[in-house]
């Protein structure tokens, strides 16, 4: 049986003597689309962090594809694409030498071929040889998407994505998501305050409150489970209020 | 990755403001101080002919020239002064700007999401600005061998070899206050602090220990005088041990003895005046990689 994409066990970390992540525990398999939700402070981009080495957990275990993020730096790394909430590139480089730039960093054996790819995939050729310094919000997104998938990662962590977007580019953003997971069969992570999109896009959702996993299941057993609640956002707050 | 990266880093540095203003300072310093020395030596030499001539006159005898007896290279002397004052500032900023973008942008995020190590990151950026100061000194040597050139009317194989010592120890010492500029960064949180710190060290290095260090010299951090006089003050006697420590008037003592501008010294003595400048860029560069490791980039893009 293959390692989970995403497996977590008795994560903690403390932020300036501040616990953030209390024994959390969870895990992801192949190709979900993991809505992750929480309030602000829950600890999402935390975990995050953690899961995309960015930072060392005070302790617990945090694997991707079977690789600890911690010990097995490379390994994680080279399976992984990462999205923050705020794009920011290279304003001075155009779409295509950004690119190219972080698929080298990534290893890949042809960086201007696949940056060109990437950008052709996401429909997004026009940007090439534009400077970032000139991209609007939705372009800089459409273009740190692609420095995520350019070098076709397992694993895919999105953080807040929708965030600055108007109404057009969250729904671009979402049937992007959905061809990466149906063509390409990247697992996502998604962290997201938008339970709309969450409903829409994910296979399974996860509630983080004070650091700690108070309800996890997949969206169908979630609609099964709470079939009086009208929507995902009652759900939530039924979650939320249940939780002590 | 190295070369990737400091391939990226070099043409973003080129891209820089900072840069391009490091560059063209030097360029004009170089040039003033070549310009200075020509004006100087004219007016020397004006006067020392009126004289000549009076005193042919009054017959009475000349006497030489003085720059028969003056140092080829005296008239780059000001250099000595312009490159801890003004070249040194650039320096932190150059040094600054090179690891503050990545960091206050937050590409630092996406940049460690990838497999790269930040020693190799480190090294790239380190080795970039290298080659980029390197730049910069060989245009400021270019410039002054022609001056040299032009002015004195030739120049000997021995005075070029002294120049590119000189321009490496420049080199070396403005190195130190790129890593300086690489350090704050890398210690603290807010662009602004970052830089203020390394602007307070600067003032430290090129003003203050220069005055405690010799104190009886109170003028010393301006002019690049020769060898003080023993200091008699008790307190002064004691902080004089401390001279090491000060790499402006260490830099001042060596570049005057490399260009015999200043005392006649030792090979033994101008390389104890270059070792605290060395040490300082290795003790620096050790820092960084020290303070790389477990610097936060996690929080990259959120301290501004």
């Known amino acids: ?244 | 990755m190295i070369v990737t990266l400091t391939h990226h880093q070099l043409r973003s540095i080129r891209r820089q403001r900072t840069f391009v203003m490091f560059l063209g300072s030097f360029v004009l310093i170089t040039t003033m101080a070549a310009l200075l020395g020509y004006s100087s030596s004219r007016t020397i030499v004006r006067v020392y002919d009126e004289a000549t001539k009076l005193l042919a006159e009054t017959g009475q005898p000349a006497p030489p020239n003085p720059f028969d007896v003056t140092p080829s290279l005296a008239l780059l002397s000001n250099m000595t002064i312009y490159v801890p004052f003004i070249g040194a500032i650039l320096a932190v900023v150059l040094g600054h700007s090179t690891v503050i973008d990545d960091k206050a942008s937050g590409i630092g995020r996406l940049i460690f999401s990838r497999p790269l190590s930040r020693r190799t990151y480190l090294a790239s950026k380190v080795l970039a600005v290298a080659l980029a100061l390197a730049v910069v000194m060989v245009v400021s040597w270019a410039i002054s061998t022609v001056a040299v050139l032009l002015i004195n009317g030739g120049i000997s194989p021995g005075d070029v070899g002294r120049l590119v010592t000189y321009f490496a120890l420049s080199w070396a010492y403005l190195f130190v206050f790129v890593l300086l500029g690489i350090v704050t960064v890398l210690v603290t949180r807010q662009r602004a602090t970052a830089l203020l710190t390394a602007l307070g060290v600067w003032v430290a290095i090129t003003f203050v220990l220069p005055q405690v260090t010799s104190g009886i010299r109170p003028v010393a951090s301006l002019n690049p005088l020769t060898a003080p006089a023993p200091a008699v003050q008790s307190f002064f006697q004691m902080t004089s041990h401390l001279r090491p420590l000060s790499l402006s008037e260490e830099y001042k003592s060596a570049s005057a003895t490399i260009l015999r501008t200043g005392a006649a010294e030792s090979l033994g003595q101008t390389l104890t005046h270059t070792a605290p400048v060395l040490v300082a860029a290795v003790a620096l560069g050790a820092l960084c990689l020290g303070l790389i490791h477990r610097h936060d980039y996690s929080r990259s893009g959120s301290d501004e």
């Open chain 1, 1 to 244: 049986m293959p390692d989970p994409a995403i497996e977590v066990k008795g994560l903690n970390h403390v932020y300036d003597d501040k616990p953030v992540l209390d024994d959390l525990t969870f895990t992801v398999e192949h190709g979900e689309i993991f809505g992750f939700l929480g309030h602000n402070g829950a600890g999402k981009t935390t975990t995050v962090n953690i899961l995309t080495t960015l930072l060392r957990p005070t302790s617990g275990v945090a694997r991707v594809c079977g690789h600890d993020a911690v010990t097995d730096r490379d390994e994680v790394t080279r399976r992984i694409g990462y999205l923050p909430s705020e794009v920011r590139m290279y304003g001075h480089l155009t779409a295509q030498e950004n690119l190219e730039f972080f698929a080298r960093l990534s290893g890949v054996p042809h960086p201007a071929q696949a940056a060109a790819e990437t950008l052709a995939y996401l429909g997004a050729e026009h940007l090439a040889p534009l400077r970032v310094s000139t991209f609007s919000t939705g372009m800089r997104q459409r273009l740190g998407i692609a420095q995520a998938i350019v070098h076709r990662p397992a694993v895919l962590f999105l953080d807040e994505p929708t965030s600055g977007l108007d109404p057009q580019g969250v729904r671009q953003l979402r049937e992007t998501i959905q061809r990466l997971n149906e063509d390409l069969g990247m697992t996502v992570f998604m962290n997201t305050h938008l339970l709309s999109e969450v409903a829409r896009l994910c296979t399974t959702i996860g509630v983080l409150s004070h650091g700690q996993l108070i309800y996890q299941d997949s969206m169908a057993e979630t609609t099964r489970r709470f079939p009086d609640e009208r929507s995902l956002e009652d759900i939530y707050v039924r979650v939320e209020d249940a939780t002590p």
